[in-house]
């Protein structure tokens, strides 16, 4: 990485900057990986995550130990971006899948822990349905109480992990009170009868994506994470951890837009002269710049917000998720021009990060509902 002096920004402890360079070691023998078989590259990289022991951060330890720490969550999902969107997506989805587990999980429900940290089980998070993914409040699913049990049905949608996960994290409505008020969550397992993969769906950056279906989906009524009716405030509470970790992998894509311009700008002639020689291209090239520091500023500032204690960083994620996202968008964009002909070949660095940065101005909150929640906050605050 061209430039790697963020590190020494007071967000850091030692124990961070000695993880971003144990990870980057690992990246450079590791990644990139073959994409042609999402599943199989997924499931090979959840398990040498885990192995080489980055997939520890991605979850608490299921015997007691501190909480998620976001500014490591960030990191490394800034390094694994930068190598490559594939890794950075198996670990990411390990933590979102797990987040209310190990934000709100009993002991029992904190057995999983010990599988996902070890890349031995994969988890997804099952919240957006085909009428509310914006609107939570507005889902549909239903899980209706008998007994013991909870019995759900219903259908998910969008769901990363969707075909390979081992357990879903499933948002369902139980009726405590309309709207976000009675809403609540449960942990189910991928073998559970009734939960089928009806429908796998493919994007521009192809991942384990898919339409959930639950009919009589049976579960215990040990499986809701934390308590009846506290389902949407628990999903608010794993996005606030996890919006900003969106941002690093932005930032991590745009990292590598600009190492790679840089590269471009440096040993591509024209008229005669390096292409960095032109003063646009130098224009262009400061943009990125300030554009990938003003980025990690938002997104280290919300991470080390949390790690410092704070109950609520619902501001600080939804700017560094908004800010970063759209920032590497265009960061990349310029890249792409910059590099011609060879910014848009299929294979070609630039036009990976061109269609991997597509989703994470939409996934995990879209950017309008960011300006909902940062101007809701500023104005109400
Ligand atoms: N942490 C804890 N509690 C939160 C919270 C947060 N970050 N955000 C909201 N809440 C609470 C509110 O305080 C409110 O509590 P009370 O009922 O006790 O007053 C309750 O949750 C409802 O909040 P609100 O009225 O703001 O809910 P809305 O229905 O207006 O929804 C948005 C707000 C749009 C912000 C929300 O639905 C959202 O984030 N949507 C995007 C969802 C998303 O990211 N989808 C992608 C799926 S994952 S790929």
């Not at 299921?62 to 190598?83: K, M, N, Q, Y």
């Amino acid at each position: 990485m061209a430039d790697g002096s963020f590190l020494e920004w007071p967000f850091f402890e030692d124990r961070h900057r000695a993880l971003a360079g144990q990870l980057e070691e690992w990246c450079k023998t590791h990644l990139p990986v073959d994409h042609s078989d999402v599943d199989a590259a997924c499931r090979d990289l959840v398990m040498a995550l885990g192995k080489a022991g980055f997939l520890s951060h991605s979850a608490i330890e299921p015997d007691g130990g501190g909480p998620l720490d976001v500014r490591s969550l960030a990191l490394i999902r800034e390094t694994l971006a930068r190598h490559d969107g594939l890794a950075d997506f198996a670990f990411a989805m390990q933590g979102l899948g797990t987040g209310a587990i190990s934000l709100f999980g009993t002991d029992e429900q904190r057995g999983w822990l010990r599988r996902t940290r070890a890349g031995e089980a994969i988890s997804a998070f099952a919240l957006s349905e085909p009428k509310s993914g914006s609107d939570v409040a507005n889902m549909e699913m239903i899980a209706e109480r008998d007994g013991d049990s909870y019995v759900l049905s219903g259908e998910k949608t969008w769901i990363s992990n969707g075909g390979i996960a081992d357990l879903y994290c499933v948002f369902a409505r139980t009726g405590e009170a309309p709207g976000a008020r009675g809403i609540s969550v449960f942990l189910v397992a991928a073998d559970t009868p009734g939960l089928a993969i009806a429908e796998r769906l493919e994007v521009i950056a192809p991942h384990p994506l898919a339409r959930l279906t639950f009919r009589d989906c049976r579960v215990p009524a040990s499986a809701m994470i934390g308590k009846p009716g506290e389902g949407f405030k628990i999903a608010m509470s794993v996005l606030d951890v996890f919006r900003s970790t969106v941002g690093a992998a932005a930032l991590g894509f745009a990292r590598r837009a600009l190492d790679e311009t840089i590269h471009r700008a440096r040993n591509r002639e024209l008229f005669g002269a390096p292409l960095g020689d032109l003063q646009m291209v130098q224009g262009h090239i400061a943009d990125m710049a300030l554009d990938v520091d003003a980025a990690a500023l938002l997104v280290y500032r919300a991470a080390w917000t949390k790690d410092m204690g704070a109950p609520r960083v619902t501001r600080e994620a939804a700017m560094a998720k908004l800010y970063a996202t759209d920032r590497a968008q265009q960061v990349i964009d310029k890249a792409v021009q910059i590099h011609g002909g060879d910014g848009v070949r299929k294979g070609s660095i630039v036009e990976s990060l061109y269609r991997e940065i597509r989703a994470l101005r939409i996934y995990e909150g879209a950017s309008d509902v960011q300006k909902v929640v940062i101007a809701r906050q500023v104005m109400g605050g």
